[in-house]
């Protein structure tokens, strides 16, 4: 050692300058060495491939990267003395597309630094096909890579693991689809699952399996039958050479179920089966595997309100039902649970028999009539112009409330289309039909004021008849408006001035109440003179600008 400080001459020690070592000393994370300067450097442990290797006393080269710190000790570097070393050699021998072997030794950000002599950066994009999520796993290990890009001014090199991978995984697809033919049952892992299958690779080359090629039965989605990492066997359906593309069936391995399924189940047998789904508009039974059925929701009972299929059922229940039809194209299957028992609505000619009177609670009403319930199931409907004979009415809940009991009559009676036709109004005769010996032209009549519009009122009179005083027939003095002359709810004398048995109106007139027989005769001969007019053209419209005033 002393001999070889006598040899040093600190002097011509400069940064930058590769310089002679000698190791005096072997730590646990540094290695101390000696160039004969004022005192010792140490370097990173890190720095030399395999520090096991190293002994005290031998010389080495290291890179004097500062002659003295603060502290008054040399910097050092093994690697950059190797890297500078090697930098002139390393561009000898590596041009880009040269294959090189090299280490890897840290993480950096973006990427990796790699050692293939020089250090090397190597993108995270570049690490593998899919970009890794944990660089730390590759530190330490010795990989080939291809030189893509070489940086002369800036010593920079960049290479790339994932073009080698890609190249050999391109050979294998190439050589695959070379040696695959349609029919040939192959093994792969299943690499990804998307909403409409799942992609195989076959050892480099991927092939989709597609959902509907999966199960011979129905499925939601690829995960109800593969998982990611699975190893599964699959038949080659279709291969796209010139595309390296491969489609693959699962179902084609088994013998499809759907074959002979008109012979297996035939319109008419009486299935059992396990609900395997439930939706909005049915439910779903297994027959067997790969074979289902759908009950839909009006197929599950004759007589019971079902909103949902869930209210009477439940996946995992064990049923038994009626096949009603077979799409096999389709792989279609319709089902009945309400056919294993008798239709009630067959029985409804018999039970409720046109012209019979029957009696009901309203369950429920809506714009164009009330529905009655007349047994559990079992509905009649009573129509907006079924309620009465003598009135226009516009909503059931004129006349009717949810709850109420009443009486009808039976009108219709359609098994087929499950309805019941219902009537109010038949309950009792058309006034109507006998209106002449009700009123005559010149009688005097009373009644509360019904509904008003802006040129006319309407009198409730005996017998549930309306009669209609026009405007003009309120009062000798001009009105301008009804409202401030009459008022709903007031009793008043009329006269009945005119009888319309085929429009069913009757026109009064509160004005000629007292008229002698000449000013009443006229009165009616100026009242027939405006009979066409837009105004009283309809009466189911007066009756619907009331019902809106």
């Known amino acids: ?193 998307t909403d409409y299958g799942a992609f195989i690779d076959l050892d480099g080359l991927d092939g989709l399996l597609h959902k509907t090629d999966m199960s011979w039965g129905r499925i939601e989605h690829p995960s109800e039958v593969v998982k990611v990492g699975e190893t599964i066997d699959v038949m080659v359906t279709e291969i796209d050479r010139d595309r390296e593309r491969v489609s693959l069936g699962l179902k084609q391995i088994t013998a499809n179920p759907w074959q002979n399924i008109e012979e297996k189940y035939p319109i008419g047998t009486h299935i059992k089966g396990r609900v395997v789904n439930l939706v909005p508009y049915g439910a779903f039974i297994e027959l067997e595997e790969g074979v289902e059925g759908l009950v839909h929701i009006t197929e599950i009972s004759w007589t019971k309100r079902i909103n949902k299929p869930g209210e009477v059922l439940k996946v995992g229940q064990e049923v038994e039902a009626i096949v009603l039809g077979i799409q096999k194209d389709e792989q279609k299957i319709s089902l009945g649970i309400r056919q294993l028992e008798a239709n009630p609505w067959e029985m409804a000619v018999n039970n409720y028999r046109v012209g019979s009177r029957v009696r009901g609670k309203v369950r429920n009403l809506t714009t164009y009539g009330a529905f009655v319930e007349l047994e559990e199931g079992i509905d009649g409907m009573i129509h907006v112009s079924d309620m009465s004979w003598t009135r226009k009415i516009n909503h059931p809940s004129e006349m009717l409330k949810k709850g109420d009991e009443v009486d009808a009559i039976v009108l219709d009676v359609d098994p087929s289309q499950q309805r019941i036709s219902l009537g109010i109004k038949q309950l009792h005769d058309d006034p109507w039909a006998k209106i002449n010996t009700l009123f005559k032209i010149g009688d005097i009549v009373t009644g509360k004021i019904s509904k008003i519009t802006s040129f006319g009122a309407f009198v409730e009179l005996k017998n549930d008849i309306d009669g209609l005083v026009h405007i003009s027939q309120i009062s000798e003095d001009h009105i301008e408006k009804i409202k401030d002359v009459i008022k709903i709810g007031q009793e008043v004398s009329a006269r009945v001035i005119k009888i319309d048995p085929e429009e069913r109106r009757i026109g009064l007139s509160i004005k000629a109440a007292n008229y002698d027989e000449t000013r009443l005769q006229n009165e009616i001969a100026a009242f027939d003179s405006i009979k066409t007019h837009e105004e009283l053209s309809n009466l189911g419209d007066i009756l619907d600008e009331a019902s809106k005033d």
């Not at 310089?19 to 540094?30: D, F, L, M, S, Y």
């Not at 290990?141 to 995984?169: A, C, G, M, P, W």
């Open 1 to 193: 050692m002393e001999a070889l400080l006598a040899q040093s001459n600190f002097e011509n020690l400069k940064s930058g300058a590769i310089v002679k070592a000698i190791i005096t000393e072997i730590r646990q994370n540094e290695v101390i060495v000696d160039i004969g300067g004022k005192s010792e450097g140490s370097i990173p442990a890190a720095e030399f491939v395999d520090p096991s290797d190293l002994v005290i006393g031998s010389e080495i080269e290291v890179f004097l990267e500062k002659v003295e710190d603060r502290n008054g000790n040399p910097v050092l570097s093994f690697d950059k003395a190797e890297q500078k070393k090697n930098w002139e050699n390393i561009l000898e021998k590596c041009a880009e597309g040269t294959i090189v072997p090299g280490r890897v030794k840290s993480k950096v950000k973006g990427g990796l630094i790699v050692s293939i002599g020089v250090d090397a950066f190597l993108p995270a994009s570049q690490i593998d096909v899919q970009p890794p999520k944990n660089l730390d796993q590759y530190v330490g290990q010795t990989y080939d890579f291809k030189v893509l890009k070489i940086n002369l001014e800036r010593h920079n090199i960049v290479i790339s693991r994932r073009e080698l991978i890609e190249e050999q995984r391109h050979q294998k697809r190439r050589n695959l689809i070379d040696n695959i033919n349609v029919g040939d049952v192959v093994r792969g892992t299943v690499k990804n699952i």
